[in-house]
């Protein structure tokens, strides 16, 4: 493979920017725009060692340097790789970029340092989605669930599953072909005990999957209610600054408002839409019609009431649209005498909460009742878990697989039927993991990746 270069740091100002090139050659290019203070070639050094000196662009001198050399197979690429930290600022780093691939390196793809990892052996292919989700985690939980899979757990979560399912694959492919042959681990009651302790710890995952998306990726959460119930001062509240216009003018908001806030450990990717109601004027006719769409396709609805007054129509309408929604009813103005029959509101939607959104009473009350919907209170970041709809999408199908298997062999088909569900759901596992995954899975995977990264 080519020698690739690409800047690693933002492109900002700050204290340091670092270039990394790696490839076989790399270090000989680093040779060529780095002189050490010292004299000595970067060529010369062992792995983990560095020099300081000078960046040059031919003769001309752009900046002090620090240069690291990281020998193959122990870099983070598997590659030999040179790494030249300069001083941080866009301009400074891209020169010595440009000097680099005027020397020989080519740009780097979005991804291709860890996906060179990847197809190094250095990591498998959970662990390379970790890395983005370690660079974009939006708190501790996040944190944990992504360094988790980058340690190897989610990985090894999948590859016993495999593993059980692999040996039962080989046992009855060996009783296929010569059935007199006593093969325990082909016996039917064998085979259905390891299908069900795989359905067991892959509805685990899945099961997890939902509590783990809204610490890591976060839901996409609408509020909504009627005009002045307080939907926009819950936003600023939820925001923790002014991201809503507030008045007391009904329809004030008449398109939607997206913030994402951090509530304790979970990540919400907030809508404030305008007020649900009957109207004649156009424009706010069709934020109203944008509000009951974005209810839809939410998953997480927070349905706002004014609990000074008693329901009327348009809250019976919003009722309605959350029935079958994970929704929380948040009653709005609590410091005022309570008119709203909240009995009425929990035949639509079980979970309520009391608040006052101008002076911000209720709010922990909001996050810990969230963190009971949502499973994240009890979730154990640190196991291993789901991270991405890709990973999701391949247990969802080796669960589908494995129980049409299981329902076979409680139906009496032959072994040999009931192992072609077997080994789908090992592919599916495998694919995972990018054992098995096509060449298209792995581009889809890398191109959401950064440059330099």
């Not at 990847?118 to 985690?137: P, Q, R, T, W, Y």
């Not at 019609?289 to 927070?302: H, N, P, T």
């Not at 709005?332 to 029959?341: Q, V």
């Not at 002076?359 to 969230?370: A, M, P, R, T």
Request: hydrophobic fraction near 40%; charged fraction near 25%; include cysteine.
């Amino acid at each position: 493979m080519s020698v690739i270069a690409a800047i690693s740091t933002p492109n900002a100002v700050g204290g340091i920017g670092v270039i990394r090139i790696s490839g076989e050659g790399a270090i000989d290019i680093a040779d060529r725009v780095f002189k050490s203070a010292s004299g000595k070639r970067l060529s010369e050094l062992k792995g983990y060692s560095a020099l300081f000196g000078h960046v040059y662009d031919g003769d001309t001198l752009i900046d002090e340097c620090v240069a690291l050399v990281f020998r193959s197979p122990k870099s983070y690429t598997g590659e030999d790789v040179a790494e030249l930290s300069c001083h941080g600022g866009a301009y400074v780093a891209k020169r010595v970029l440009r000097a680099v691939l005027s020397n020989g390196a080519e740009p780097a793809q979005a991804g291709e340092f860890t996906k060179r990892a990847f197809l190094n052996g250095k990591i498998d292919l959970a662990e390379a989605e970790s890395v983005m989700n370690i660079i974009s985690a939006h708190g501790r939980q996040a944190l944990n669930a992504a360094a988790a899979v980058l340690d190897g757990k989610l990985s090894k979560r999948i590859n016993n599953i495999a593993d059980s399912l692999t040996n039962i694959s080989a046992a009855i492919a060996v009783w296929t072909d010569d059935p007199d042959e006593d093969v325990p681990l082909a016996h039917e009651d064998n085979v259905r005990s390891v299908i069900a302790s795989s359905l067991s710890e892959l509805e685990k995952l899945i099961g997890d999957f939902d509590s783990g998306r809204a610490v890591t990726e976060g839901l996409e959460t609408v509020i909504c209610g009627r005009p002045n119930v307080g939907k926009s001062t819950l936003m600023n509240l939820l925001a923790g600054c002014d991201r809503s216009i507030v008045t007391e003018i009904a329809g004030t908001t008449r398109d939607i408002v997206e913030d994402t806030v951090i509530l304790g450990d979970i990540v919400l990717r907030l809508a404030d839409t305008a007020g649900i109601h009957k109207s004649d004027d156009t424009v706010e006719a069709i934020g109203i019609e944008k509000s009951l769409k974005r209810i839809s396709s939410s998953q997480l609805v927070l349905a706002v009431f004014d609990g000074s007054q008693p329901l009327g129509d348009d809250d019976i309408t919003l009722l309605e649209k959350c029935r079958g929604k994970r929704a929380l009813a948040v009653i709005n103005k609590s410091d005022l005498e309570m008119k709203i029959d909240i009995n009425k509101i929990k035949e639509y939607i079980e979970n309520t909460v009391r608040v006052s959104a101008a002076s911000g009473e209720g709010l922990d009350e909001i996050k810990s009742v969230l963190e009971n919907m949502l499973g994240t209170s009890d979730l154990d970041s640190s196991a291993g878990i789901l991270s991405g709809e890709r990973q999701y999408a391949c247990c969802v199908s080796a669960v589908s697989s494995l129980k049409e298997a299981a329902e076979g062999l409680n139906a009496g088909i032959t072994l040999d039927a009931v192992n072609a569900g077997i080994d789908y759901a090992i592919e599916k596992l495998l694919e995972l993991t990018g054992k098995t995954a096509r060449d298209a899975v792995v581009n889809e995977v890398f191109s959401k990746f950064c440059v330099g990264k």
